[in-house]
Each structure stands twice: as structure tokens, then as C-alpha cells.
């Protein structure tokens, strides 16, 4: 595990952007899991103003988990990412891979295991991603696995659908063996309020068995934790 600190949200953009263009400069192929969230937006942002030389032809875009809306919706994870990237770069169509928010979640959680399953290299047995993006929530939750699910993140499928805990909303998300299965994985984790938690599950505190975010362990052994230093100010 690494932990990159940086002074601020808009320092935790830039240098995860700058990770993100020598991924791509260096590979071949770049299979990318996106979350939604607060911090992505700022990346995108950044990526698009700054980096106009990037071969986006290669790179495959996913969601690691999606709000079932239509994509049209403001909650939907795909929508923010059309409107702060997507919409401003050279992607083809065809490297995109979106979940299908408006579909009946069930249906999609298998749909898109299958998409995983014959889209991407297979390791283990498992899809692989070559790098999974991931926040972290003020409760612990990462993809679309809260805690009060936190048995979710051991199933036995590649996808699943989550219930929000307090609005109900009905997510799909992927889960622990497809996370843990990734070449990389990147938590990009900023602000005051996730402090406590981040130092919790950093020193693997006893009650840190109690968040999904704690169970991020790749096989691999590569993740990254980029933090504002906010985030990271309890870290004993
Ligand atoms: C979502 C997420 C979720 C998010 C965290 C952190 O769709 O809600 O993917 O897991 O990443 O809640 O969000 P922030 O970046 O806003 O802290």
C-alpha cells in the first residue's frame, strides 16, 4: 500500500491525473473501473483542461458502480462523467461501458457481470481491471457496498445490487473479488469528514472490519491511497 498526501482536493486532481496519463502512455490498453463522486469530478475536469495529447483510443472505460437512474438523471454516475470528460475528449463509443441505470437493477447486475466477463482479460478465473478508481464515503462504503451490506462485498458474482441506507436508491456495484482482482487500484479519498475513518482503516483498527473500504486488498498489492491532506490529518 502507498499513501500519496497532497495539500488539497484540486493537488489530489493533478497528481492523480498525471498517474493516470503515464498509465495510459505506458500501456498498450487501459481498462479503467470509474466511481462517482465528488473528487472524479475534479479529475475529469482537470484532464480535460490540461492533458490534450492523451490516446484515448486505448483506454476502456467501466463504472464500478452506477445509482439505477436513467442516464440522463442528475445522479447518474455515467452523466457526470459524460459532462466533465467524455463530452470534451476523443473517446470512441465503443471503448465505453456503461451500467444501465434505467434497466431492472437485477437484470443489469448480471448483464454487466457478463460484460465484465467477456470484455476483459481474465486472471484467476476473474475479470481483471487493470485499474480500479474508488472514493470512499463518510460511513466506509466504497463502490456502491455499505456497511450495512457489507456481506455483499463476498459474493460470489461480479456484480450486485446495493440498497442506499438512507435514500433507498437501488445501486449495482461490483464486488470484493473483482476489486481485489485489479492489476491496480486507486482510492481517491478527500475532506475533514473522512479523517477518522481513513486513520481506522489505515492502522486496521478493530472496528474497521466493520467498512467495505476496509477489505480493499489487492492480490496484486498495488493500492494507492490519494489523500488531501484534510484526509489524511489523523493518521497516527
Ligand atoms: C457513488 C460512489 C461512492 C463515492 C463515495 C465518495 O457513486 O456514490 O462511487 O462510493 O465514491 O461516496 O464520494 P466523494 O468523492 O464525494 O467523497
Known amino acids: ?129 487493470d485499474l480500479v478508481i474508488l472514493g470512499m464515503g463518510d460511513d466506509g462504503h466504497t463502490a456502491s457496498i455499505f456497511p450495512h451490506e457489507i456481506n455483499l462485498w463476498d459474493a460470489a458474482e461480479s456484480c450486485v445490487v446495493a440498497t442506499h441506507p438512507e435514500s433507498a436508491q437501488k445501486r449495482v456495484s461490483i464486488t470484493g473479488k473483482i476489486i481485489n482482482n485489479a492489476k491496480q487500484v486507486a482510492f481517491l479519498v478527500t475532506g475533514a469528514s473522512k479523517a477518522e475513518k481513513v486513520d481506522e482503516i489505515i492502522n486496521t483498527a478493530e472496528v474497521s472490519k466493520n467498512y467495505p473500504a476496509a477489505l480493499v486488498k489487492p492480490t496484486s498489492g498495488n493500492l494507492y491511497w490519494f489523500l488531501d491532506e484534510d484526509a489524511a490529518k489523523k493518521i497516527k
Open 1 to 129: 500500500m502507498e499513501l500519496k498526501i497532497y495539500k488539497d482536493k484540486a493537488e489530489v486532481a493533478k497528481y492523480f491525473a498525471i498517474y493516470l496519463k503515464e498509465l495510459i502512455r505506458t500501456n498498450d490498453k487501459l481498462t479503467i473501473a470509474l466511481s462517482g463522486g465528488s473528487t472524479p469530478k475534479v479529475i475529469f475536469d482537470y484532464i480535460a483542461e490540461n492533458f490534450n495529447d492523451l490516446d484515448w483510443s486505448k483506454v476502456f472505460l467501466y463504472w464500478g458502480d452506477e445509482r439505477c437512474v436513467p442516464p440522463t438523471h442528475e445522479q447518474s454516475n455515467y452523466l457526470m462523467t459524460v459532462e466533465h470528460l467524455i463530452s470534451k475528449i476523443d473517446m470512441p463509443k465503443e471503448n465505453i461501458f456503461r451500467v444501465l441505470g434505467e434497466e431492472c437493477p437485477n437484470e443489469e447486475a448480471k448483464r454487466y457481470a457478463m460484460v465484465l466477463n467477456e470484455t476483459l482479460e481474465i486472471e484467476h478465473d476473474i475479470p481483471q481491471f
